[in-house]
């Protein structure tokens, strides 16, 4: 049974930084591609960031700059290194995966993924 697991969030304050994790567990050995998503209620499941087997990353024009998706294939492990947040930060944020390539820009539609997190709250104030 496939499980993702994400800590790290926070509430922080205009300018701070966090570092999301994710950990997953029961995946078979397969290339993958991982991203970061976030959501506001109300609002539709944005993509924030993708990483996929080989390291190539690609980043929303938001998180572009700011935040650093990176991962550990040895663990399982899917990280999210946010720095210079702002309030339209604020979000719940979800790790999410789904089994095949990062390519054609599946990577940004949400009905792609097989696999999500529970989320983690992230709060910026001003």
């Known amino acids: 049974q496939v499980s993702l697991m994400e800590s790290g969030g926070g509430s922080v304050q205009t300018g701070g930084s966090l570092r999301l994790s994710c950990v997953a567990s029961?995946?078979?050995?397969?290339?993958?591609?991982m991203s970061w998503y976030r959501q506001v209620p109300g609002k539709e499941r944005e993509w924030v960031a993708t990483?996929?087997?080989?390291?190539?990353?690609g980043y929303s024009n938001s998180a572009k700059g700011r935040f650093t998706i990176s991962k550990d294939n040895t663990n399982n492990a899917l990280y999210l290194q946010m720095s210079s947040l702002k309030p339209e930060d604020t979000a719940m944020y979800y790790c999410?995966?789904?089994?095949?390539?990062?390519?054609?820009?599946?990577?940004?539609?949400?009905?792609?993924?097989?696999?999500w997190g529970q989320g983690t709250q992230v709060t910026v104030s001003s």
């Open positions: 999410a995966i789904y089994y095949g390539l990062c390519s054609g820009g599946r990577w940004a539609q949400v009905r792609n993924y097989n696999y």
């Open positions: 990483v996929n087997n080989d390291g190539w990353a």
């Open positions: 029961g995946l078979p050995a397969s290339k993958l591609c």
